[in-house]
């Protein structure tokens, strides 16, 4: 028989102290709540540890957002040189939060909170029409600061925005427009997600080296992901890991949820990767010109399979 003690803590800055032990004894299964340690000692070993072990690489590089001032709109970068692409956002609010107060245009925020669809909706349309007019006008705004504003994309929805090739200076200059909030370069990073076992103590869990002892991998925790697809054949969701250690079900052998649960779909999952949710609001238009896995992609024009893939 097992005994299951979980360890707990409110403080966000010690979730990591946190862990599930199970530990051997006479009589029946049973949960059990024990507090953590939380004395002065205790803390002061964690904090130590903690900073030397930070969560973001190199020095915090993998933030896309800069921490900007309303009052600076543009942050120069040193020896830049050339052309880049560039957002250019506008000051007027994005539709998707936009609550009203101009005269004649209706409050849209609520209206794709509730799900409702962008195309044929009157006070969307009117909206968003809006924002366009405003975006339309910034390129003869631009060229009065001798920018020659050539729009790539355009945004009204979630972001309120228009992108173009500029260079440094003509950014610079663009953000000097009343009717514009920010300009920022559109960078690309590689987020680095190794360090996350080690944040939250999963390493010292699976080698049963924490404070706590034993050796744990997981097993009987089901954890649920939200995403626009899933690739079912990479090797993060391989039944047995490059260590070689195999997940086992917790629902049983075979035993699968959902669309891994269709006739025919059952090779979607497998021990580790236990079912796959599909909905139609995705699926119906997720559609592309071809169809991409982790190996590579497929030209199309292709319709993207039903489960997400």
Same mark, same amino acid.
């Given at each position: 028989m097992k005994i299951k003690t979980l360890s707990s803590a409110v403080a966000a800055a010690l979730?990591?102290?946190?862990a599930v032990q199970a530990v051997s004894a006479a009589g029946q299964e049973q949960a059990v709540l024990k507090s953590l340690d939380l004395?002065?000692?205790?803390?002061?070993?964690? &904090? @130590?540890?903690?900073?030397?072990?930070?969560v973001l690489e190199n020095g915090g590089a993998n933030?896309?957002? +800069?921490? @900007?001032?309303?009052?600076?709109?543009?942050?120069?970068e040193e020896g830049l040189t050339g052309t880049h692409k560039y957002f250019v956002r506008l &000051?007027?609010?994005?539709?998707a939060v936009y609550d009203g107060g101009i005269e004649g245009l209706d409050s849209t925020k609520d209206l794709l909170k509730n799900g409702v669809k962008a195309r044929g909706n009157q006070a969307l349309n009117a909206y968003t029409g809006h924002l366009k007019s405003k975006q339309e006008?910034?390129?003869s705004q631009a060229a009065g600061k001798g =920018?020659?504003?050539?729009?790539?994309?355009?945004?009204? =929805?979630?972001?309120?925005?228009?992108?173009?090739?500029?260079?440094?200076?003509?950014?610079?200059?663009?953000?000097?427009?009343?009717? =514009? @909030?920010?300009?920022?370069?559109?960078?690309?990073?590689?987020?680095?997600?190794?360090?996350?076992?080690?944040?939250?103590? @999963?390493? =010292?869990a699976w080698t049963g080296t924490s404070r706590l002892g034993g050796q744990y991998m997981g097993e009987g925790i089901v954890a649920g992901i939200l995403d626009t697809g899933v690739n079912s054949d990479h090797p993060s969701f391989a039944a047995t890991g490059d260590d070689e250690y195999t997940v086992q079900n917790p629902l049983g052998d075979g035993v699968y949820l959902h669309d891994c649960a269709v006739d025919? +779909?059952?090779?979607?999952?497998?021990? &580790?990767?236990?079912?796959v949710?599909?909905?139609?609001?995705? $699926?119906?238009?997720?559609?592309?010109?071809? $169809?991409?896995?982790w190996r590579g992609c497929v030209p199309g024009p292709q319709i993207r399979p039903a489960n997400g893939e």
């Open positions: 979730y990591s102290l946190g004395s002065l000692p205790v803390y002061q070993e964690y &904090k @130590a540890q903690y900073q030397k072990n930070q933030i896309q957002l +800069q921490n @900007a001032s309303n009052s600076q709109k543009f942050f120069r &000051k007027d609010l994005p539709a006008a910034l390129v =920018v020659n504003l050539q729009v790539l994309e355009s945004f009204q =929805v979630a972001l309120n925005a228009v992108t173009a090739e500029l260079t440094q200076d003509e950014a610079e200059a663009l953000s000097e427009l009343a009717s =514009v @909030a920010g300009v920022e370069r559109v960078r690309i990073h590689e987020l680095h997600t190794d360090v996350g076992p080690e944040h939250v103590g @999963a390493d =010292v025919g +779909q059952e090779e979607l999952c497998n021990s &580790k990767l236990i079912g949710w599909s909905h139609s609001t995705i $699926t119906d238009t997720y559609t592309g010109p071809e $169809t991409c896995t």
